[in-house]
Structures are given as C-alpha cells and as structure tokens.
C-alpha cells in the first residue's frame, strides 16, 4: 500500500502537469526561465512556498526542533517579516528593471564585473552547497519514511566493484541518484512554469500531509484520545520545548532574531535566485504582491509542519537516542497508515524535485544569462543560450549527485545549511541593498565588499584558531554576521562619500508588465506583521 499510494500520486503530479503546460513556449529565454511572465498570484505562491519547503526544511528543521523546541520557529514566522519587505520594497524595483536574475540587477547598478563575481558566487554556492544538501537531506528522509532498508532488502553489506558498502550508504547513494536523475528530467524538459505548476500541485498536497503528521503525532501522544488531550500533554512534559523564546543554549537565542537571523532571511526572501526567479515571472506587479504575501500568511502556519512535528518526535524517541535528522522520518513511519505514508512520500518526493528543480532552473538562468552570454557566446541566439542552459543542469546536477552523499556525518543539516550560506548570504544582499538606496555609491565600492565580506566570514570558519576568538568577542554567529553586514553597509557608504559616482544612478522602466501596486498591499502587510508578534506573544516565556 505504501509503495502503491507513493506511485499514484506521483504520476498524478506528473500527467497533471503536463497537460495544464504541455503548450507552453520554452524556447525562448523569459518562456524557460520566466514562466513567459505569465504567473498569477497562486501559483507564484504556491511555487515560492514549495520551493522553500524541501526535505531540507521538513527534516531539518523538524531535527532542530527536536533539539532546540519552538525556538526554531523563527525561521518560518520572522521569514513573514522578510516576505513584506519583499512585496513592498525590492519587488517593485526588480520587476521594474525587467531583470532575469540579481547579477542583472547589479550589472545594471554597478558593473560587469560585480555582475560576474556575484554570479560566481551564486553559481558555486548553488553547485556544491545549495543543491547536494536538497538530495542529501531528500535521501535521508525518504529512506526513513519508506523504511528502504527493509523495502530493498539490502540489510547486509554488499560489495560494489570490489569493495565493501554499508546498507545506509547503499542506499544513500542511490536514493540520492534516483531523485537526481528525476529532477534532472523535470527541469530538462520543462520551464519555469512547468516547475510552478508542478510546484502548486505538489504544494497542496505538502499542506495537507503536513497536517496529518502533526494530527496523528498529537493522537499518538495522548494514545489515540485526540489532538486536544496531545497537545496538553505536551505542554506539561515539554515545556522548555514550547517556548518560542529562545535561550543561550539554542541554535536561535532571541537576541539573534534582531542580527543575523534576521539578515539572513531577508537574503534568503529578498534576493536570493533561486527563491524570487518565481516572482520574476509575474504576469503584473500586483499579481506578483499578492503571491508573496499569500507566500507570507501561509508561512504563518509553518510551526505546524515544520516545528511541531519535531516537539512531538522528541516526546515519543528522545529515549531512543535517535539523531536530529532522523527524527522527522522516523515519526512519519511511525504514525501514519501506510497508505497514507506512501501518498506523504510521494509529496516530499515533489517537494525535493522543486526545490532541486527551482535550483537548477536559477543555476541555468545565471550560467546562460551571466556567463555563457556575456562571456562564452555573446552573439548566440535565445534559442542557443536556453540549449547551453539545458546541458549545464545536466551537468551541474551529474556532479551534485557525487557530492551530497559526503555530506553524511553533520549533526544538524539544518545548521549546516545555515552556517554555509551566510558566507555569500551576507555579502550579496549588503551590496543590494546599498545598491537600492544609495545612487552615489560607485561599482569598485560593491565589487570590494563582496570581496570583503566573503573574506571575513570565510576567515572566521574555515582558518583554525579564529572561530574561538571571534565567538568570545560575538557569543553568537548570528550577531558576528550582523557585525559583518553593517561594517559592509559603512564600507560601501564611506567609499560613496569620499569618491561617489559622477552621477546619481537611476532606475530606468525596462519591463512589459503593468506596474501598477496592489491596492490592498499596506493593509495585508499590518495585519500579517501584527499576526507574527502574536504568535510569537502567545508562546513567549522570558524566564525559562
């Protein structure tokens, strides 16, 4: 049944998909990359909120909350906060410059060469960071949830061109090449909104899932007495775990929201291609608002799935000394039926092939867009540069593939994840956002802090000795990166002062869409900003 249900929706996802797009243009640049700038609000939202939503999310996170409690919820309730600027502020500017990708943007503001080193880094990031961690924390979860150990039968150790593989490893390494070679297919053939479609689809049914797990998990805890009786019997075994405030000891202590965790969520919210190449695509500025905001009242209900499931793990395994990663899949296991465990399966198969596909869409647009047409084929034609686009994914996911399984070992992917992005994170959105408010600041000045920033944070965690130094100095690395960012900020703005640009840069109108804002944009940001200090109020235990 597991296997039976895991099948059937995956192939409803597919066919599904390829009906509603199966007329789609492609062969031009803005049909691949842009879904033709044709999306609506729904599926801008539905496509932002799964491509979020991978098992890097879902297992990760859930592991953190295994660990830390409620306190983690910060990277899904404050990313609301992220989600309104994104609507109000950055949007609008993006879509006016008719951009493609954020390298255009600051070749448009800067120069070539901030456009090329920021590609760079994207480019590198996305490659042997972004990528192998989606199939590495896929992998894992999904061998937890089907059992594949025991599916496969490989229990014992098997020998593989002469050496000998441990059952896990085994089947790491083909879990890993099995959705590699799925994903590869997807966004081999399809665009952009090919993905969102498959995204939205995929998206309601990740809801859905989503709850059943908390909804059974709660069941579980209260031996099949209800939700109601779960949840308190929660509250009083686990109270240090429902705290929304987070102490010294947690990944997220409270200070650190108003730092880095902060910072890195409006990266990751506000300029990060690979999540806002969806709203790129928008067929109006409006539709584009309405999608990230719905994005943002639908992260509200994130805790949900993403945190409690985790609370919940750790009431029922903690004794069992299970690790963080493991917690989510073990649960899903655990307490669903086992058709039901095969259809949630099959969700997060989608939602590893969209975030999978939403990276190697966003890589291929910034190789064909930032190198191959401004380096490698200026001339070539859109239909040359969507072909050389088509090759780099297969070759950019041939080699993720190799790398995600040496990811094995991490305690938390999650952290990980977090630790690895802030070292280009920090810097790009530094040089956007001084890029945006200050039209004197010249190119060698966001060039330099680029270069800057990326030698600060790379310094402090990969030279031994000055981790320690730093720590005693910060505490905490969320608070030395908004050290960073804010001497990047000075940096650019001393610079400005001292030698400034000739003259003020000025955004110039380069898009087909209406621009016109969505008129209820002020009011649906209040109430969604009042919601996250409600949630956060309702949880909040400063003596814990």
């Known amino acids: ?88 502020f950055f949007l609008p500017r993006f879509l006016k410059a008719g951009i493609t990708t954020v390298p255009q943007f600051l070749e448009n503001r800067f120069d070539k060469s901030t456009q090329t080193l920021t590609n760079m880094i994207f480019l590198l990031a996305y490659g042997f960071l972004l990528i ?22 490989i229990t014992e150790p098997i020998n593989f061109l002469g050496n000998t593989v441990q059952p896990d490893t085994a089947i790491l390494w083909g879990t890993v090449f099995l959705i590699g070679i799925m994903g590869s297919l997807y966004s081999r053939f399809g665009g952009l909104k090919t993905l969102a479609t498959l995204d939205t689809i995929n998206g309601v049914g990740l809801l859905v899932g989503g709850f059943m797990i908390a909804w059974f998990g709660l069941n579980r805890v209260a031996d099949g007495n209800g939700i109601a009786e779960g949840w308190k ?3 009083e075994s686990n109270p240090e775990h429902l705290n ?52 943002g009242a639908l992260k509200l209900l994130g805790p949900v799935y993403l945190v409690i499931p985790g609370i919940i793990a750790y009431h029922l395994f903690a004794k069992d000394g299970i ?9 899903v ?18 939602a590893i092939l969209s975030s999978f596909n939403a990276a190697l869409n966003s890589t291929s647009a910034l190789f064909s867009i930032g190198l191959y047409h401004h380096v490698i084929n200026p001339k070539g034609s859109e239909q040359q540069m969507v072909r050389a686009a088509k090759i780099f994914v297969v070759t950019i996911a041939i080699a993720a593939m190799f790398v995600a399984p040496l990811l094995a070992g991490q305690s938390s992917i999650f952290a990980y994840l977090q630790d690895m992005n802030a070292i280009y994170f920090i810097p790009i959105f530094a040089v956007v956002v001084v890029g945006m408010l200050h039209p004197r600041v010249p190119a060698p000045a966001a060039f330099w802090a680029l270069v800057l920033g990326l030698v600060m944070i790379g310094v402090k965690y990969f030279v031994p000795g000055v981790a320690p130094l730093v720590d005693g100095v ?20 001393v610079w400005g002062a001292v030698a400034p640009r000739a003259t003020p840069w000025k955004l110039e109108t380069s898009t087909p869409i209406d621009m016109t804002p969505w008129k209820g944009l002020k009011w649906a940001s209040v109430v969604l900003i009042a919601l996250v200090l409600a949630i956060y109020a309702s949880f909040a235990s400063f003596g814990s």
């Not at 539905?46 to 660990?67: D, I, P, W």
């Not at 061998?143 to 594949?148: A, G, I, R």
């Not at 202590?253 to 999540?275: D, H, K």
């Not at 690790?323 to 649960?331: F, I, K, P, R, V």
């Open 132 to 153: 192998p961690i989606i199939l590495y924390s896929g992998a894992v979860g999904l061998s937890q949830m089907l059992d594949l150990k025991n599916l496969t039968g």
């Open 233 to 235: 019997i929660l509250k």
């Open 474 to 493: 910060f505490r905490y690395n969320f608070h030395f990166l908004g050290f960073v960012f804010a001497t990047l900020i000075v940096f650019m703005l």
């Open 1 to 88: 049944m597991t296997l039976l249900s895991f099948l059937a929706f995956t192939l409803f996802a597919a066919f599904l998909t390829f009906l509603i797009t199966r007329r789609d243009e492609k062969s031009s640049s803005d049909g691949f990359f842009l879904g033709g700038r044709s999306l609506t609000f729904p599926v801008i939202a539905g496509s932002l909120l799964l491509t979020n939503l991978s098992t890097e999310q879902m297992v990760g996170l859930n592991g953190a909350a295994y660990k830390d409690g409620l306190a983690v919820m910060a990277w899904e309730v404050v990313a609301v906060i992220s989600l309104v600027l994104m609507a109000a």
């Open 333 to 350: 296991r655990e307490v669903l039926p086992p058709q039901l465990t095969g259809f949630f399966a099959a969700v997060m198969v989608g």
């Open 323 to 331: 690790g963080n990663d493991q917690a989510y899949g073990t649960l």
């Open 244 to 295: 929304s405030i987070g102490t010294p000891q947690t990944s997220v202590p409270f200070s650190t929201l108003f730092t880095g965790v902060a910072l890195l969520n409006f990266f990751y919210w506000c300029t990060n291609q690979q999540i806002i190449q969806r709203t790129f695509g928008a067929s109006s500025l409006a539709e584009g608002q309405k999608g990230v905001l719905l994005t």
